[in-house]
């Protein structure tokens, strides 16, 4: 069972990690210890493989469900996010609902919004946090876990939300308004600037009429731009704050170790609450079993325990600092895709 204090404490439980590392399964579980904990709790995923949607059983249309109560009266929810969804209700709420319906609309229908809301890179990783902001400030859970999206370097989860946030700096909205004609001093200050690579993106994803999109994009959500700019701050503040805890989330190989290392020391490097490590399929779910005494099964199984024993023992020589909490989930016999599998994994935290 689960002794993490930083877990029982925690308000909200960011899994973080590389793609295929388990960390779907793993948010998961810990969503149900902490129903059985009686606690009211909600995990999200971008989850593209689908796996959370089909393990707990429900739709992926964006929209929170009740998975199960528990006998300790906790409750297990969960929900697969719509980028589209989500940022269309950021937009609302960062505009305290006063927005004109007709700006709405035409928002709606702006290309580069669009992609913004869609298909931008950064676009699954923004809207995910702005759904854990907004579900956090509901005060209706007692905690959220948010399995992260899959990136290639797992970093870019956290970097990704300030760069699109810049799409709404007052000086690029400023820049749009004063000079938006190419060939002028807007264009070559605007493509000196950290933001010119996606813009150079977002030309080829709308199309020749880029410079009309960019500016009707522009005039429509000036007036709340200051608004989604203060939005944005406070959704990055938010994966600072003392209630806030990261599980890095890795794999049992020497690769994915030493990847996770990295990643330990980024987070730490930029302040974050990283608590604990999560090892999945760190050994065989049925290396403990017992086996006949003097046989060849028991003899193998004793060089696997002195290979599973001699590898851990590498590992936590380079593993990170102290103050954080290992876990070592074992590689089941069968695939996690139910609440039995799920209840399975909780035993052996």
Request: net charge neutral.
């Amino acid at each position: 069972m689960i002794t993490n204090s930083h877990f029982r404490s925690a308000k909200i439980i960011i899994c973080i990690g590389s793609g295929g590392v388990g960390k779907t399964s793993v948010s998961a579980s810990l969503g149900l210890w902490a129903a059985e904990q009686g606690k009211k709790t909600l995990v999200l995923t971008v989850d593209p493989a689908k796996r959370l949607a089909s393990t707990l059983n429900i739709k992926d249309d964006g929209l929170e469900y009740l998975v199960l109560k528990t006998q300790a009266h906790g409750e297990l929810w969960a929900s697969v996010l719509n980028s589209k969804l989500i940022f269309d209700t950021f937009l609302k709420k960062a505009a305290n609902k006063g927005l004109n319906p007709k700006l709405l609309e035409n928002l709606s229908n702006n290309k580069l919004y669009q992609q913004l809301s869609t298909t931008l890179s950064g676009s699954q990783e923004f809207t995910a946090i702005e759904k854990l902001y907004s579900s956090y400030k509901s005060g209706i859970y007692d905690l959220i876990i948010l399995d992260t999206p899959p990136t290639q370097h797992a970093i870019d989860f956290l970097e990704a939300p300030a760069k699109i946030s810049q799409l709404f700096n007052e000086s690029i909205h400023k820049w749009v308004q004063s000079s938006i004609e190419p060939n002028t001093t807007f264009w070559g200050v605007l493509f000196q600037n950290t933001t010119s690579k996606i813009l150079n993106i977002l030309q080829i994803l709308t199309g020749s009429d880029f410079v009309i999109q960019l500016r009707d994009f522009f005039n429509n959500v000036g007036s709340i731009q200051k608004d989604l700019f203060v939005r944005s701050e406070e959704i990055q503040n938010l994966l600072y704050d003392k209630n806030t805890v990261f599980n890095l989330v890795t794999a049992f190989d020497r690769a994915k170790i030493k990847e996770a290392q990295n990643f330990a020391n980024q987070l730490k490097m930029k302040g974050y609450h990283l608590t604990t490590l999560t090892i999945n399929r760190s050994y065989p779910e049925w290396l403990p079993a017992p086996f006949k005494s003097g046989s060849t099964a028991d003899q193998y199984c004793i060089k696997l325990n002195d290979y599973y024993k001699n590898k851990l023992e590498f590992f936590d020589q380079i593993l990170f600092d102290q103050k954080i909490e290992v876990l070592r989930i074992p590689e089941f016999s069968n695939n996690i895709s139910d609440l039995e599998g799920l209840k399975k994994m909780i035993e052996y935290y």
